[in-house]
C-alpha cells in the first residue's frame, strides 16, 4: 500500500530545498542592496543564483566621502559620521561639488528654488524685494525636504514620505 506522503516526498524536498535556497539568496541579496533579486535567483537557480548576486554590484546609496554604503534616508553616515548633503528639491544624495541636482535639477548655488539665475540689475537704486512664493523645510519626521506655498505657513499638512503630521513653520 503506498502513503500519499511517499508519493509527494520528491516535490516536497524539491520545494524545500528551492525555499531555503531563496532565503539564503535573500540574505547574500541584501547585503548587496538587493535582497528580492536575491531571493528570486537563490528560489529558481540555488547556489548559481548565489553565485550571480554575490558578484553583482552593490546597488545601495554611497557617502560622497568615504564610499561606504549607507542606510536609505540616514542624515549622517554610519562609516565615517560625516552629515550626508542632500538636494533640498527631492532629498536625494548629491555629490559635495554639485551646482545642481542630477534628479530634479534644483539649483544648489546662486539661484532662487526654481533654478533659475538670480541677477542684480545695478540700474534701480531701490528695489522692491517680493516675498518667496514657496518656503522649504525639513519634515520632522522622516527628514525629507518639503515645498509649501507661504500662505500654508501655520497650517497643519501631512508629509508625503512618511504621514506624519505637523504644522508649517512660520520661518525657513
Given at each position: 500500500?503506498?502513503?500519499?506522503?511517499?508519493?509527494?516526498?520528491?516535490?516536497?524536498s524539491?520545494?524545500?530545498?528551492?525555499?531555503?535556497s531563496?532565503?539564503?539568496?535573500?540574505?547574500?541579496?541584501?547585503l548587496?542592496?538587493?535582497?528580492?533579486?536575491?531571493?528570486?535567483?537563490?528560489?529558481?537557480?540555488?547556489?548559481?543564483?548565489?553565485?550571480?548576486?554575490?558578484v553583482?554590484?552593490?546597488?545601495?546609496?554611497k557617502?560622497?566621502?568615504?564610499?561606504?554604503?549607507?542606510?536609505?534616508?540616514?542624515?549622517?553616515?554610519?562609516?565615517?559620521?560625516?552629515?550626508?548633503?542632500?538636494?533640498?528639491?527631492?532629498?536625494?544624495?548629491?555629490?559635495?561639488?554639485?551646482?545642481?541636482?542630477?534628479?530634479?535639477?534644483?539649483s544648489?548655488?546662486?539661484k532662487?528654488?526654481?533654478?533659475?539665475?538670480?541677477?542684480?540689475?545695478?540700474?534701480?537704486?531701490?528695489?522692491?524685494l517680493?516675498?518667496?512664493?514657496?518656503?522649504?523645510?525639513?519634515?520632522?519626521?522622516?527628514?525629507?525636504?518639503?515645498?509649501?506655498?507661504?500662505?500654508?505657513?501655520?497650517?497643519?499638512?501631512?508629509?508625503?514620505?512618511?504621514?506624519?503630521?505637523?504644522?508649517?513653520?512660520?520661518?525657513?
Amino acid at each position: 500500500m503506498h502513503s500519499w506522503i511517499v508519493d509527494c516526498f520528491p516535490l516536497c524536498s524539491l520545494l524545500a530545498g528551492a525555499f531555503i535556497s531563496g532565503l539564503i539568496g535573500m540574505a547574500i541579496g541584501s547585503l548587496k542592496g538587493s535582497p528580492g533579486l536575491g531571493c528570486v535567483l537563490g528560489f529558481v537557480l540555488g547556489p548559481i543564483g548565489w553565485f550571480i548576486i554575490a558578484v553583482s554590484p552593490d546597488i545601495r546609496p554611497k557617502c560622497p566621502y568615504c564610499k561606504g554604503a549607507i542606510v536609505p534616508g540616514a542624515i549622517k553616515c554610519q562609516n565615517c559620521g560625516s552629515t550626508i548633503p542632500r538636494c533640498p528639491g527631492c532629498n536625494k544624495i548629491i555629490r559635495t561639488e554639485a551646482a545642481a541636482c542630477k534628479n530634479c535639477g534644483h539649483s544648489l548655488n546662486d539661484k532662487d528654488p526654481r533654478g533659475k539665475q538670480v541677477t542684480v540689475d545695478a540700474a534701480p537704486a531701490v528695489t522692491r524685494l517680493e516675498p518667496p512664493a514657496e518656503i522649504y523645510f525639513a519634515c520632522p519626521g522622516c527628514q525629507k525636504w518639503i515645498r509649501a506655498k507661504v500662505q500654508m505657513m501655520g497650517h497643519p499638512a501631512r508629509c508625503s514620505g512618511c504621514g506624519s503630521s505637523f504644522v508649517v513653520p512660520n520661518s525657513r
